[in-house]
């Protein structure tokens, strides 16, 4: 599990309008280069925050990338 | 001599709307309460007149990304950018109709970095980094139409471990106000956050809150027992959700022996919101 990895890829996701459309059209090849494990790409995959967020993701991340995030 | 002529602390997600959504009616008649008490402690500190405010606060994962992470950080340069968020969600979404550039007071930045260094205190300055609704959501609320003084933007880092202690933050409060006093201005100072919230940063605990940890605190505050305070542990602070005190323990260290009183404290099953404001002899 890489803490780095996971909050790295929020942030993108949160400050990068472009990749977060790519992401939200095709997660799989969105996240193909990211350095993730199984059970984070997963996660990714199936935009499961709470998961994302138990697997290190930072809450504040988690709760506010616009069209993904957690209330 | 410089001197800190104003000290409160307040929650910082001011946005009835917020509220409303994430806890009914409740919320919304509760963060309207304790804004209208935050704007009385503006009115208060605008008519101190004073050269600057501090503002003490926390990045919320926007600023700074994760290329680097200051322990505690200064704001210097001559303005200050809001934090731009497209298609904001949640608390982002507050800055939404604030101004977007707020003049910094460039002199004392400058001492608190510069005499830091002398003194044991290496911190962190950015010339860039925008300032998110920690910042300008307390500060919008105190000063409504007013004019808002030159700020001093400090980031402490509240919520990536290893975060600094409640004792370092408390002696670079210290440190600053050394440095106020040393200096030709008057000067109010802000922290903002709180008080309990999201523990352990988990999602399946939001709407959680710890009371009897924030009784204590507030206890303690206005008492003027600092000694407890610097105690305190990263594990504590994590576990009852009190993350952003560290923010309030700058402040406390920047006026400490000073008493507290509450202006307010409400009680809502997502945080407890709290306005705080010290007696300055």
Not at chain 1, 41 to 58: C, H, P, S, T, V
Not at chain 2, 48 to 70: E, G, Q, R
Not at chain 2, 74 to 93: L, N
Request: proline share 5%; aromatic share 8%; net charge negative.
């Amino acid at each position: 599990m890489s803490r780095y990895a996971v909050n790295s890829l929020l942030y993108r996701l949160k400050k990068d309008p472009g990749f977060r459309a790519k992401f939200m059209a095709d997660a799989a090849t969105a996240l193909a280069d990211a350095d993730l494990d199984d059970a984070e790409r997963a996660a990714f995959l199936a935009r499961d925050m709470r998961k994302i967020n138990e697997l290190g993701g930072y809450l504040h991340l988690v709760m506010s990338i616009p069209g993904l995030a957690a209330h | 001599m410089g001197k800190i002529v104003f000290a409160g602390a307040m929650s910082h997600v001011l946005d009835p709307d917020y509220y409303q959504r994430a806890c009914g009616a409740l919320g919304r008649r509760t963060v309207e309460e304790c804004m209208r008490e935050i704007a009385a402690m503006g009115e208060r500190f605008s008519a101190t007149k004073a050269d600057a405010l501090i503002v003490v606060a926390d990045d919320h994962l926007n600023a700074f990304s994760f290329n680097a992470v200051p322990a505690l950080c200064v704001r210097i340069g001559r303005h200050v950018q809001r934090m731009s968020q497209d298609h904001a969600e949640a608390f982002d979404k507050v800055l939404d109709h604030m101004p977007e550039r707020y003049a910094l007071h460039e002199g004392l930045a400058n001492a608190i970095l510069e005499r830091g260094v002398e003194r044991g205190f290496d911190l962190a300055l950015s010339w860039e980094a925008p300032v998110d609704h920690a910042f300008l959501s307390p500060v919008n609320t105190m000063h409504g139409t007013r004019p808002i003084p030159p700020l001093v933007p400090i980031w402490v880092n509240c919520f990536v471990a290893p975060q600094p202690t409640a004792r370092r933050c408390f002696a670079f409060g210290q440190h600053i106000a050394r440095v106020v006093a040393e200096s030709a201005w008057t000067v109010g100072i802000i922290a903002t956050g709180g008080l309990s919230h999201f523990p352990e940063l988990s999602l399946p605990r939001v709407g959680e809150t710890d009371t009897v940890f924030d009784r204590r605190l507030v206890h303690w505050m206005e008492t003027g027992e600092h000694e407890p305070l610097l105690g305190l542990t990263g594990d504590e602070l994590h576990k009852a959700g009190e993350h952003e005190f560290l923010n309030w323990m700058v402040l406390i260290g920047a006026v400490t022996p000073a008493r507290a009183d509450v202006r307010y404290f409400g009680e809502l099953p997502r945080i407890n919101m709290a306005a705080v404001e010290w007696r300055l002899g």
